[in-house]
């Protein structure tokens, strides 16, 4: 994907409280990468070569990846892990599935492989410990797979216990309501792409705007074909920082980009710390 169709490179920084967070990780540091779609035409090596020296340069303790690591074909994971075998954390690198890592024949296996062959740990409906075991890593399955259940694993956690949990689609944060969730981090949406100052992203007003496009024309774009609004529910949550509840959720934009490109919503890097 060219630049003058993805804008340049954004890095997010937030800090996150967490409350009763362990002593130990006050201050820790995570990078959040998401959505990058690797298969030559929506994300540029330069655009990925940029964000994964950024992240580098935050030297980040835990650094996680929440899906859509590839578009359909998954040859080309095998060319995206060389890249990422460049990514450095000091505690290790997690990560979870999106829809399109699992919607394809093979892809699920192809990938998760791929990633674990450069010590990427994927999470499928997994509990993982890289903080310590007062602060527990949830990885769940994909929210359209088969097996996204989360009760079997959020109930292996004490209430009591603080905890990060990788989703790839923020819709899920509904459900994780009933749950304790210190931070949700998802991707899925790519912010919108297309976003208006002061109001958010398009698609937002979806039903409004598809009424006075012709059909003919629709087609031709993707953020008013009939199956886009489907990609997500809450499209109030499709990017940055959200309260669900009691829960918190953050929502990466994206590096990857579909056409016709992004407009006020640049592809991110998001530099979150501890609190």
């Known amino acids: 994907m ?13 800090t996150v409280k967490i409350e ?13 990468l998401s959505d990058l779609h690797y298969d030559g035409l929506r994300l540029s090596s330069e655009m990925l070569e940029q964000a994964i020296i950024t ?21 080309p994971i095998y060319k995206l892990v060389k890249k990422l075998k460049h990514l450095q954390s000091r505690v290790g690198i997690y990560a979870v599935l999106g829809n399109h890592d699992i ?18 740990k994927v999470l499928w409906n997994e509990i993982a410990y890289p903080l310590g075991k007062k602060l527990p890593l949830v990885g769940l399955a994909d929210y359209w797979s088969k097996e996204f259940h989360p009760a079997s694993v959020m109930n292996q ?3 009591a216990t603080p905890r990060i949990v990788l989703s790839h689609n ?21 912010g919108g792409q297309i976003v208006l100052p002061d109001i958010g992203p398009l698609v937002v007003y979806y039903k409004k705007l598809i009424r006075n496009v012709p059909k003919e024309i629709r087609r031709f774009i993707p953020f008013l074909r009939s199956d886009y609004i489907k990609v997500l529910r809450h499209w109030e949550w499709a990017q940055g920082y959200h309260r669900v509840g009691k829960n918190q959720l953050y929502v990466n934009r994206g590096l990857g980009t579909y056409l016709p490109g992004r407009l006020f919503c640049p592809p991110e890097v998001t530099v979150i710390t501890l609190e």
């Open 2 to 14: 060219h630049w003058l169709l993805s804008g340049p490179l954004s890095v997010e920084k937030l």
């Open 20 to 32: 009763n967070l362990p002593a130990s990780t006050i201050g820790t540091r995570i990078v959040q």
């Open 55 to 75: 992240s580098n340069e935050a030297e980040p303790d835990l650094v996680v990846l929440t899906g859509d690591y590839i578009t359909d074909d998954p040859a």
């Open 103 to 120: 919607c394809y024949r093979n892809a699920k296996k192809e990938v998760t492989a791929a990633l674990t062959s450069i010590d990427i």
């Open 157 to 159: 956690l004490d209430d």
């Open 170 to 190: 923020p819709d899920t944060a509904q459900i994780l309501k009933k749950w304790r969730v210190d931070l949700q981090l998802s991707g899925h949406t790519h």
